[in-house]
């Protein structure tokens, strides 16, 4: 069976677009193949900074000849549906077709259609050129005197050759000959741009790849990770050092490279006063470099770092390093400067005293100096929501609200929701946005605050998605929730919702994370109450509560379901009025585990068929008696039925009062026996009216004891 390879070589490709487009280029083309009627038995595809390659393993050599009938419309069938026919079966005259006869419908037209197989390159050379044409990059450009004109090739960067060979292992492959936009494909490519710029025929991958190798390329990412990162924790070790390794970095320098080479550098120990998140977010983000620190040494970093050159310099990579090294110490003093300002006062330090007064904040303190800044600048946090500093005394007067539930002293909490948005206003976050919350616990602990209160400042974000961890310190929790909740509650109030996909306030997430702290917690917390204060705060709001507490029920239905619940079992315990999301939970895991043995399963398929029953006969409004009368009992299994419902229903409601849900499923339990016995005793529609409305309350009255604990008639089975 026949191979292809495919090469498109052009000038550099944005590393953060390379992955995606090599998996997108295999797609489009093994799509279009498999369309065409060919087929394969593998397909990888490789990228480097300047080439994206597809290996294609076992296509078919032609396409099958295909024979097909397309049925049109009686040949009775007006002329409008006749030219219809014609056009989608592709003949030019209804002559062309064929008349067959069904004893029933009568006489119909039938095209016959015959479309011989067609040669692999035949097909390649005719996909190729569209795709890419069409292909999706994120941002595209045109270049040379071609661009003038209307329709000329766009790509990423400039391409500069295509090479596509096909052919069998044991013979000579063939070059699949096409052209766009004067760029002819061949089977010539060409190796590192500084290393071995010459060109070099290729056959197949086998031999690309080794000729690629001798030219100073490592075509596979995951081979060039491999090298970096084998080499980088060996340069480091050999200078008795560690690695702080980083995959995102990894995954970009690979991405920057075709023959990585890696080289050690260093700045000044004066610089390693800044905190080490800073260093290495300074070193990391303009000169894509990782960080090091001393063997054993916990978060303390070392003044030498590691960066991956795409040369091998006739120096050793001396003159790369130094000059890294020059740009690391100019960031790295910017840095400094900004770590220093930040601990001194405020340059408008005078004009913030009726802010400061306010909040009650101390302007002795920088922290509270960024804070009381925040509130004097009347920073917008959304048009319609107001300030900062508005958002800010909202939730203090929540997170204070919440602290009893969470276990937290409410005056920590206060003060942790007073300094959480400071650190907005502090130069580090101004040049780093991603240190918010980070900076602001730093700074928090300069001046002395509670442990507590510091934390708050970075973990209130938390959890940033799904597998970020959740704030566990009382405190970080309650302003964490006043937080989320405020920004929920807001957005409801000004009918700015998440649409279909379209989520552009991260409220999803925000729901998600209020879901996860209160459960991974385990905190009992009656959401309808903390909306209604949080709503007080916005006109038109209190509208909204039940609206968005559906939002949190499906939100909790998300993480459910990712937790492996069964999502019938959620829709059987949420009632529109669930409140505290910490109960359904519980429910939802005791009503499992009762399902999961023989009087759960049995009590289900009985209570499911009073259920229906009872459902149809109301709905043919039926009488049904409004309280059950024990005198009108025929049958010993209805008393025992209704001796065991009341038993049931009282001790259920009991262990659901205690909010032992295990007990109130273990209290249903008793039900199995005599629902079954019953239903296979007693008619239920008896001749008698009266006995009938009788046992169709009794029937009612076993659907009120479960329905204490789980609408049984939306579980599966």
Request: charged share 30%.
């Amino acid at each position: 069976m026949p191979d292809l390879l495919l090469e498109l070589r052009s000038e550099e490709i944005p590393a953060r677009m390379q992955r995606k487009a090599a998996g997108d280029l295999r797609k489009m083309l093994t799509d279009g193949l498999v369309e065409a009627g060919l087929t394969y038995e593998a397909a990888r595809e490789y990228w480097t900074p300047r080439r994206l390659a597809l290996d294609i393993r076992g296509l078919t050599a032609r396409s099958k000849d295909i024979r097909e009938e397309i049925k049109g419309p009686a040949t009775s069938a007006p002329e409008q549906a006749v030219q219809g026919f014609l056009r989608k079966a592709g003949l030019a005259s209804i002559a062309e077709a064929h008349v067959h006869s069904d004893p029933k419908k009568g006489d119909f037209y039938v095209a016959h259609i015959s479309k011989p197989g067609r040669a692999a390159e035949d097909i390649i050379a005719e996909l190729v050129p569209g795709i890419i044409r069409s292909f999706p990059w994120p941002k595209s450009m045109r270049w040379g005197p071609a661009s003038a004109r209307p329709g000329s090739l766009r790509w990423v960067r400039p391409l500069q050759s295509i090479v596509c060979t096909f052919g069998p292992e044991t013979e000579e492959p063939v070059v699949v000959d096409f052209d766009i936009d004067g760029i002819r494909s061949g089977n010539v490519t060409y190796g590192h741009r500084f290393h071995a710029p010459g060109e070099f025929t290729v056959r197949r991958f086998d031999d690309y790849v080794s000729k690629l190798e001798a030219a100073k390329v490592v075509l596979d990412a995951e081979r060039r990770k491999e090298i970096i990162l084998a080499d980088a924790r060996n340069l480091a070790f050999a200078n008795g050092l560690d690695l702080v390794e980083d995959e995102g970095l990894l995954e970009e320098v690979s991405g920057l490279v075709e023959w990585p080479v890696v080289l050690m550098g260093e700045f000044e120990q004066d610089f390693l006063a800044i905190p080490p998140e800073v260093i290495r977010l300074t070193i990391r983000a303009n000169q894509k470099c990782f960080v090091t620190r001393p063997q054993g040494a916990g978060e303390d970093l070392s003044n030498r770092f590691i960066l991956v050159a795409n040369i091998e310099a006739k120096d050793g990579g001396k003159e790369i390093a130094h000059g890294n090294g020059k740009v690391v110490r100019a960031r790295l003093s910017d840095a400094l400067y900004f770590w220093k300002t930040d601990q001194g006062d405020l340059p408008d330090f005078g004009e913030l005293k009726a802010s400061a007064e306010k909040f009650g904040l101390d302007l002795k303190k920088p922290l509270d100096q960024r804070m009381a800044r925040l509130d004097h600048l009347n920073v917008t946090f959304h048009a319609k929501l107001g300030t900062q500093g508005a958002r800010v005394e909202r939730i203090k007067r929540l997170a204070e609200e919440l602290a009893p539930v969470v276990g937290a002293d409410p005056a920590l909490a206060r003060r942790a929701a007073l300094l959480a948005k400071a650190d907005l206003q502090t130069e580090m976050v101004g040049e780093f946005p991603e240190l918010q919350g980070a900076m602001g616990r730093k700074y928090a602990l300069l001046e002395g605050e509670h442990p507590s209160v510091a934390a708050a400042a970075e973990e209130h974000y938390k959890p940033q998605g799904p597998s970020d961890r959740v704030p566990t310190d009382p405190v970080s929790v309650a302003v964490a929730l006043a937080d989320k909740l405020d920004t929920l509650t807001g957005f409801w109030a000004i009918d700015e919702k998440p649409t279909g996909s379209k989520d552009p306030f991260a409220l999803r997430r925000a729901a998600l994370g209020v879901v996860r702290i209160l459960i991974e917690n385990r905190v009992r917390l009656a959401l309808t109450s903390i909306f209604a204060k949080a709503f007080a705060n916005f006109a038109g709001g209190a509208n909204q509560q039940s609206d968005l507490l559906a939002f949190f029920h499906d939100r909790l239905k998300v993480y459910l379901r990712d937790q492996g619940a069964r999502h019938d079992l959620i829709d059987a315990v949420i009632t529109p009025q669930s409140d505290d999301l910490l109960q359904i939970v519980r429910r939802v895991e005791a009503l499992g585990s009762f399902l999961d043995g023989d009087d759960g399963r049995n009590l289900l398929a009985g209570t499911k068929r009073a259920a229906n029953i009872l459902a149809a006969e109301e709905k043919k409004k039926t009488l049904v008696a409004e309280t059950v009368e024990p005198a009108l009992f025929r049958e010993d299994a209805e008393k025992s039925l209704f001796a065991a419902v009341n038993q049931a229903e009282k001790e259920a409601g009991q262990a659901i009062q205690n909010e032992d849900f295990s007990a109130a499923m273990l209290a249903l339990s008793v039900l199995r026996e005599p629902v079954d016995s019953f239903f296979e005793r007693v008619l239920v529609n008896d001749g008698d009216q009266a006995v009938r409305a009788n046992r169709l309350a009794l029937l009612a009255r076993i659907r009120a004891a479960t329905d204490q604990v789980a609408d049984f008639s939306k579980i599966a089975g």
